[in-house]
């Protein structure tokens, strides 16, 4: 870096320096040479510099992060009651509280500790990688390996992942990053300042910005934190996230948890002095304990946890996820806007015919011995495909480059056109870039016994209006009159019927200097003919769209492809029947925003061919007005507006661009669209979980309160049927591990089969509280007081018998709390196991599907008996080991909770069954309409 730094403070003279001259004392004072590096020299100074990456500043540092969570909403709870109970002077059970803050805490740290984990694990998935020239070959590496003397290739859609002194070519390059201008900055190595500052040299390219067009080649002299991106970093500050929406709604719900444990505890206190008569004190220390059990501490951890989980499962199956919330939004997802090119189709094309004015002409590329006869003709229409192209095939990894351009390429060489990259460089004179919107590429070539020749290639209908003549069967041009014309389009017509993508390949001979200006260079072009090429499509796609449309997620197609390719393709994986509405870019340019939102909620299914980046974003704002989720996909550098609209951004891992990849918020690193559903089932599955877990925390509810409020409202007559530290010990011991086993539960068999869950939908429902208070809380409820009835009956007590220490029934009154205290967790059990499902029975779940909760009730069962048969813990909790007959009487008690659920379910199920089958025999009235639109039903 400083170096370069220096060379540009000596340039104060007044006339410029000789960029070739400037070049090449960088590189001697590099020591490096325009061929790069051998792979000796780049370790040796990956040693010296280190890796090429910034070393993080300024994150949470774990004393503060451990802090956080000891002033947690509900842990402030747990302070206030531990501070009443040390108040009126009841220290063991103040202890208790303390100890569960601290054991809370302890887990809440642990659990955000190994989320943050998974999350930055993900960076090793999806490396930016760079492209250099060592040993005379050019290789992809991870951009980390990167070192000074490093000669490195930059193209379109390109992350430059270094500070780099351009030596050949010119690029367009965004440096928002670096400077908050949103225009293209242009930077080519022709052009050498003068006493300018480092970031506007001309140059000069920086890591951390983008290249958004062109092609060139630079020598890297500054990595790492000596970058100017490294400077600022080591001046910055990290920006702490905001909370996702499912954060903000599980926090809401933790709120609710503290204001009804609130309420509950202040109620009991003139309850308990009033028709207990217990003292003001006493009344105090069962309210504190009251409040102290019913805070579920662990449940924003459990919630981050789930996350997590889903997060590293996703990456296993090709889905990256770049934030835990984005998981959740997966879930509401109801529309998917996808490209066909890599994400429908195999993300690899396959040239199979060729058509000129003589015809068409059948490849097959299964044969490597293939080489199609020669003509001027096809000698002119090969020599294109291998000119106006920057793919390779001769690379020690296969073929690099676009899928469309290797097809291309590959063609050629099928001609007998020379595919050498060296030899193609050698003879590019100018290049103007792939343009999305002009759906065109050309370059300026020269030739060793003629003038300079300009090669254009892009989309028919592109390329055709630019066309004035066509290349006859002599090489010679030839007027292209309506009646070629005509023919031209029929071919292409016939090809993209095929389901086959066409480019259009042209020419124009140049008297003089190449024209810097596309108006001036892609004009009056001589047509030379037509390759068509081949993208099956993927395997499991056709059954993922299945599952989609199940799911009540909508599928619409953006491709920049022509219609009737997009449309065959579209309904042999049955995204669409044979006749969907197909909106070109023509008609979509004359469509306003209310027009678009009309047409999209007119038409079912809908397909957007030859459609640019900018409809993409149009797109995703229009459904996004519409109340949608909306996930959409994308690979180039001009499709990041719309991934960044979009509420998941899906960008593709193998064809997709650095830029796409940097803007998106999901990226998929087998380009496969079956992945996209993987990934919607996960987030359906972990708010689900979320779901559960609440309604199986709410459940305990009801039995920790009804006991304290039986001993209230009977006025001390039947003694308290759970003391406080036995309900301390419950939620501490117990309720936590089958807690977390939730958070791993399977997807409920027809999760994608539910219409999605609308965007503002709360993550806590009025059912799930009736079923957890008033349904499973009750249950559970009754049968741990019958326990404790049961067995101070049969010890002989009568209502208003004393059971206190010294006491004939003080033996018997602890055996009865253990029983509650036994019988809370037996009937936790049947909970738990009642709610891993909503609606399926739990056989179709499968009983041991989730071993994580299985060993979660061992564990819980070997806690229970260390409470129960610990002499030490007998005075402590005040319980006393029942008998054999006792303890039978619990083992019912799981089968009747998860009976009676099971039972609730199945009448549900039936009763939505039924109402199915009423609306079924429905029709459905209303016709739709469409907006400037034609039906499409590709030909045989």
């Not at 939620?731 to 219409?755: C, F, H, N, Q, Y």
């Not at 499968?846 to 030490?872: D, H, K, Q």
């Amino acid at each position: 870096m400083e170096v370069v730094r220096s060379q540009h403070a000596e340039r104060v003279r007044p006339t410029g320096l000789d960029p070739e001259e400037a070049a090449d004392r960088l590189l001697r004072d590099l020591h490096s040479g325009r061929s790069g590096l051998t792979s000796t020299e780049a370790g040796r100074r990956l040693l010296q510099y280190g890796p090429n990456a910034l070393r993080k500043r300024g994150g949470r540092q774990w004393p503060a992060e451990l802090g956080r969570q000891f002033t947690h909403p509900l842990a402030l709870l747990l302070w206030l009651a531990a501070g009443l109970l040390l108040v009126v002077g009841s220290h063991v059970v103040a202890a208790a509280v303390l100890l569960i803050i601290v054991l809370n805490a302890a887990f809440s740290f642990v659990q955000e500790v190994q989320a943050g984990r998974a999350v930055e694990a993900l960076a090793k998935y999806l490396p930016q990688r760079a492209k250099v020239d060592r040993d005379g070959i050019v290789r992809e590496i991870d951009a980390t390996e990167l070192v000074p003397g490093d000669i490195v290739l930059i193209e379109e859609g390109d992350r430059i992942a270094a500070d780099i002194r351009l030596l050949a070519g010119a690029i367009e390059v965004d440096l928002s990053a670096l400077t908050g201008e949103s225009v293209p900055a242009l930077r080519s190595a022709a052009m050498a300042d003068v006493n300018v500052p480092l970031l506007s040299a001309h140059d000069l390219v920086f890591s951390g910005t983008s290249c958004t067009g062109g092609q060139a080649r630079g020598v890297v002299f500054a990595t790492g934190m000596m970058t100017e991106i490294g400077r600022i970093a080591a001046l910055s500050e990290r920006v702490k996230p905001e909370p996702s929406p499912l954060e903000r709604q599980v926090r809401r719900v933790a709120w609710l948890i503290a204001a009804v444990s609130v309420l509950l505890a202040l109620s009991f206190i003139p309850v308990a002095t009033l028709a207990a008569h217990l003292t003001l004190i006493d009344s105090l220390v069962f309210a504190a304990g009251l409040l102290a059990g019913m805070v579920p501490e662990g449940l924003l951890p459990v919630i981050t946890l789930a996350l997590a989980v889903a997060v590293r499962s996703l990456a296993g199956r090709g889905a990256l996820v770049k934030r835990l919330s984005a998981v959740e939004t997966l879930g509401s997802t109801d529309v998917i806007c996808t490209d066909k090119t890599g994400t429908l189709t195999q993300n690899r094309m396959t040239p199979t015919a060729v058509w000129t004015i003589l015809g068409r002409v059948d490849i097959d590329v299964d044969d490597a011995r293939t080489r199609l006869s020669s003509s001027p003709l096809y000698d002119s229409l090969a020599r294109i495909a291998a000119r106006c192209n920057n793919s390779r095939l001769d690379q020690e990894s296969g073929p690099v480059g676009d899928p469309t351009e290797v097809a291309v390429l590959t063609a050629a060489r099928m001609f007998g056109a020379d595919t050498d990259i060296a030899h193609r460089e050698a003879h590019r004179r100018w290049q103007f870039h792939f343009d999305p919107e002009l759906e065109l590429m050309s370059t300026v070539d020269d030739r060793d016994d003629g003038p300079l020749i300009l090669h254009t290639k892009g989309a028919p209908e592109a390329v055709l209006p630019r066309c004035t003549t066509i290349l006859d069967a002599h090489g010679r041009p030839a007027p292209l009159d309506g009646e070629q014309r005509t023919r031209t389009e029929d071919a292409v017509n016939a090809f993209a019927a095929e389901g086959l993508r066409v480019l259009a390949l042209a020419q124009r001979e140049l008297s003089g200097p190449p024209p810097h200006r596309r108006d001036d260079a892609e004009r009056d072009l001589c047509l030379t003919g037509l390759i068509a090429m081949l993208a099956p499509p993927r395997p499991g796609v056709a059954d993922a769209v299945a599952r989609c449309r199940a799911a009540g997620i909508r599928i619409i197609v953006i491709t920049g492809d022509h219609p009737l390719t997009a449309a065959a393709i579209a309904e042999s994986v049955g995204i669409t029947g044979p006749h969907p509405a197909v909106v070109t870019g023509e008609q979509f340019d004359r469509l306003g925003e209310n027009e678009l939102a009309a047409l999209m909620r007119a038409q079912p299914e809908i397909i957007f061919a030859r459609a640019t980046p900018e409809a993409k974003l149009h797109i995703a704002e229009a459904l996004h007005r519409d109340g949608h989720v909306v996930a959409m996909t994308g690979d180039g550098v001009n499709d990041a507006p719309a991934l960044h609209r979009a509420d998941i951004g899906v960008a593709m891992g193998l064809s997709g661009t650095d830029v796409a990849r940097e803007a998106a918020t999901m990226v998929l690193t087998d380009d496969d669209f079956s992945s996209i559903v993987a990934a919607v089932q996960a987030g359906r599955r972990i708010y689900d979980n979320v779901r559960k877990f609440i309604v199986y925390i709410f459940a305990h509810a009801t039995p920790e309160t009804v006991p304290f409020l039986v001993f209230a409202l009977s006025g001390g007559a039947i003694p308290l049927p759970l003391t406080i530290l036995q309900l301390l010990a419950f939620d501490v011991g117990s309720e936590t591990l089958p807690a977390l086993a939730l958070s791993r539960e399977p997807a409920e068999p027809g999760i994608m089969t539910r219409r999605p869950r609308p965007r503002d939908e709360g993550v806590i429902r009025r059912p799930m509280l009736l079923r957890a208070w008033l349904f499973l809380g009750l249950i559970v409820t009754v049968l741990q007081l019958a326990g404790f009835f049961y067995v101070l009956h049969a010890a002989g007590w009568q209502p208003g018998l004393p059971t206190g220490p010294g006491t004939p029934l003080h033996h018997a009154y602890q055996q009865a709390t253990t029983m509650t205290f036994l019988g809370m967790i037996a009937g936790q059990i049947g909970t738990v196991f009642a709610v891993r499902t909503q609606h399926a029975s739990l056989r179709e779940v499968g009983v041991f599907s989730n071993r994580y909760l299985i060993g979660a009730i061992a564990a819980e069962i070997a806690l229970a008996a260390v409470f129960v048969y610990t002499p030490a813990l007998h005075t402590l909790l005040g319980t006393a080991a029942p008998s054999p007959g006792q303890l039978a009487l619990l083992l019912p008690y799981p089968i009747i909770v998860w009976g009676a659920d099971e039972l609730r379910r199945y009448l549900v199920r039936r009763r939505d069954h039924r109402g199915t089958a009423v609306h079924a025999g429905e029709s459905p009235s209303g016709a739709s309409q469409s907006v400037g639109v034609t039906s499409v039903r590709p030909a045989s």
